[in-house]
């Protein structure tokens, strides 16, 4: 009955690095970290820099989302593809449901 089979990826956007950990969903164990710079941060140093360059430019927001997008779903991480087996599946054909989570402190 329900439990919970395959692989999830939880994703940390920091202000200097991205990091990624791979859970196996049925043991609810970590199978792999990786971690990488944050592509946004060639456009500032901080979030209030990276939202400036979102007002100040037509398609600053855009831009930022879809690096930041691309980081986390390309295989800069091929650490975390080769660690997931979902279903029996190997990672290339592994298919990937999002959830947006946002928390503040």
Same mark, same amino acid.
């Given at each position: 009955? +329900?439990?919970?089979?395959?692989?999830?990826?939880? /994703?940390? *956007?920091?202000? #200097?690095?991205?990091?990624?950990? *791979?859970?196996? *969903?049925?043991?609810?164990?970590? =199978?792999? #970290?990786?971690?990488?710079?944050? /592509?946004?941060?060639?456009? @500032?140093? &901080? /979030?209030?820099? =990276?939202?400036?360059?979102?007002? &100040?430019?037509?398609? +600053? *927001?855009?831009?930022?989302? +879809?690096?930041?997008?691309?980081? /986390?779903?390309?295989? &800069?991480?091929? =650490?975390?593809?080769? @660690?997931?087996?979902? =279903? +029996? !599946?190997?990672?290339?054909?592994? !298919?990937? !449901?999002?959830?947006?989570?946002?928390?503040?402190?």
């Amino acid at each position: 009955g +329900g439990e919970e089979q395959g692989c999830a990826a939880a /994703v940390d *956007l920091g202000t #200097t690095t991205v990091a990624v950990r *791979l859970y196996d *969903l049925a043991s609810a164990r970590e =199978r792999r #970290t990786v971690s990488a710079w944050n /592509v946004q941060a060639s456009y @500032g140093a &901080d /979030v209030i820099s =990276r939202i400036q360059y979102t007002l &100040d430019e037509p398609d +600053g *927001l855009t831009e930022l989302s +879809g690096r930041i997008r691309r980081q /986390v779903s390309q295989a &800069d991480f091929p =650490r975390i593809r080769a @660690g997931c087996i979902c =279903r +029996g !599946r190997p990672a290339s054909q592994a !298919r990937c !449901r999002y959830r947006r989570h946002t928390a503040y402190a």
